[in-house]
Structure formats: C-alpha cells, structure tokens
C-alpha cells in the first residue's frame, strides 16, 4: 500500500527566504506526481505535475523535482511571500488498474511572515 | 478557464440522514474522482468513476455510499443514513489525461 510523508509538518520562514518542502513515498510504482496548495477551509489548487518520465518541472518560484527510484519530491519555492502562506500536499498518481488515484501526504503548513 | 464545481460549498445535515453532494466535472474529461478531507487528516480516497461504472473504491466506501453521473454532466455523491464522523470535507475531482483538478470541496457536518 502505497504511502506518502511529508516533511517538515510546519515550517516559518521570513519573508524573501528560498526553502524547500520534502515528499517521500514506499512504492516508487508510480503514474505521476502532484503538487497542490491548500489555503484553509478551502479547495485543492494545482501546482505542478511531474510525469515518471521527468525529473523536474517548474511554474514561476516553483520548481519541482522527482527522483522516482529513491521514492522522492522536493517543492523548492525561491523568493518567499507572505501571499505563499498555505498547506502545501504532494500526491502520487496511481497508474494501471488504479489510474489516476491520488494518495496524498499529510502536508507541510507554511507560513511567511513579512 | 473551466473548473470543477461542487455544490452546496457547506451542508448541516442531523444524523441519520441522507446527503447528495454535487459535482459538475470539466466536460470532456473522463475519470471522475471523490475524497474526503476529514479535519486534521489527509485527504482520502473514497471512489474513482469512469465509462458510467465504479472502477475502484476504497474500505471507506461500504453500502453507505453510492456515486452516480445521472445526466452526463453532474456527478453524486450519496451518503445515506449518515453518522457524526461522516462530517468532512469532500472534494470532487476530474482528470483528463494525467493532472488531477479539484473542486472547492463541500463542508459536510452531521449534527
């Protein structure tokens, strides 16, 4: 069974500093890989996709890598603003029978203070 | 931009209850995904969809639970006889090919 862990749980930073989230998974079986930013109380917002084929994938501050068979993501987020303040998940995409199940991580809850 | 849109954004509904949450997928994609966001927890899969049939459904989904696409634009989610730790938040999503698009989710809470 597939599961995903994310580390750190909660992570502060200054505004204007460059950090880096941590995604790790037990079944490097995997389709895809996903980003997503959740704000509280509210929906999931698409960050990046990666396919099993790729190794890093950016949009903006964002850039996200895959090492598929170490069962690793990291979201590196440059240039941090209080606007990024969020949980950030990172799920993994089921391919085969399962095509297309997200099985998601906890999250890192990041907050940036100006 | 064309987006997943669920309804009603927060429901309260008394123990016992039936609940039929709603979703309208981006037209032209073809699987159709529920999760459930229990306060505090990881988000849960609950059932995939595709062709009109299930094609996949976890432990959670047992006979309380039925999703059906009656018209070929909206898509449900029945919850019948609801219990206390049904409240959650559920999440529709819709996948084309390979990326994964939410809705904003319905905030269910059974009092």
């Known amino acids: 069974k597939q599961e995903v862990t994310q580390i750190p749980a909660a992570l502060s930073v200054p505004e204007g500093e460059n950090l880096v989230l941590n995604c790790s998974f037990t079944d490097s079986a995997i389709y895809n890989l996903q980003w997503f930013r959740q704000d509280p109380g509210k929906g999931l917002t698409s960050l990046l996709l990666i396919q099993s084929s790729q190794r890093e994938q950016t949009s903006g501050r964002l850039n996200a890598s895959l090492d598929k068979s170490s069962g690793r993501s990291t979201l590196y987020i440059a240039a941090s603003q209080p606007g990024d303040s969020a949980t950030y998940l990172c799920?993994?995409?089921?391919?085969?029978?399962?095509?297309?199940?997200?099985?998601f991580g906890q999250g890192t809850i990041l907050t940036v203070h100006p | 931009e064309p987006e997943v849109t669920q309804t009603p954004s927060h429901q309260v509904t008394q123990m016992g209850q039936e609940v039929i949450l709603r979703c309208v997928p981006i037209s032209n994609h073809l699987y159709f995904y529920w999760y459930r966001q229990i306060l505090g927890q990881k988000v849960e899969f609950l059932v995939s969809f595709y062709n009109n049939e299930i094609s996949e459904k976890s432990e959670i989904f047992d006979d309380q639970f039925s999703v059906e696409r009656p018209d070929g634009s909206n898509f449900t989610l029945k919850i019948r006889s609801t219990k206390l730790e049904d409240s959650a938040m559920y999440f529709c999503?819709?996948?084309?090919?390979?990326?994964?698009?939410f809705g904003q989710g319905t905030r269910l809470t059974v009092v």
């Open positions: 999503a819709s996948v084309p090919n390979t990326e994964a698009f």
């Open positions: 799920a993994v995409v089921a391919g085969g029978t399962s095509y297309g199940k997200l099985t």
